[in-house]
């Protein structure tokens, strides 16, 4: 049976189980997915084929993104075009977010 639900104790339990990776995947509907990441200390991802958008659920830090420095705080929502170079920067330890892919490959051209 396909997930239709998941809460934030699941995302911290399944990225709790992962050795290596600091994402899990927890819902996945066709060009949809639902992801729990929490870097430790840095955040080396590389630009993605997907839009996306982060839902912050703890921590604060700064966000590189398209050459800018943005400031983020729990509970902000971030929005990244596909294919734009973006990353997290001096977060706090307690740094973890949602990340909602979505769209085609290629995404909308901003």
Same mark, same amino acid.
């Given at each position: 049976m396909k997930n239709f639900k998941v809460s934030l104790p699941q995302a %911290? &339990? #399944?990225? &709790? !189980? $992962? #050795?290596?990776? $600091? =994402?899990? /995947? +927890?819902? !996945?509907?066709?060009?949809m997915s639902l992801e729990y990441f929490s870097p430790d200390k840095i955040d080396s991802q590389t630009p993605h084929k997907q839009d996306e958008l982060y839902v912050i659920t703890s921590g604060s830090g700064t =966000?590189? +993104? $398209?050459? &800018?420095? %943005?400031?983020?705080?729990?509970n902000d929502v971030l929005f990244v075009p596909a294919g734009m170079e973006h990353r =997290? &920067?001096?977060?706090? *330890? *307690? =740094? #973890?977010?949602? /990340?909602?892919f979505y769209g085609p490959n290629g995404g909308e051209k901003v």
């Open positions: %911290i &339990e #399944a990225l &709790e !189980k $992962k #050795a290596v990776q $600091k =994402f899990t /995947v +927890l819902l !996945k509907n066709g060009n =966000f590189f +993104l $398209k050459g &800018e420095r %943005i400031l983020f705080n729990t =997290f &920067e001096n977060f706090t *330890d *307690d =740094f #973890a977010t949602w /990340v909602i």
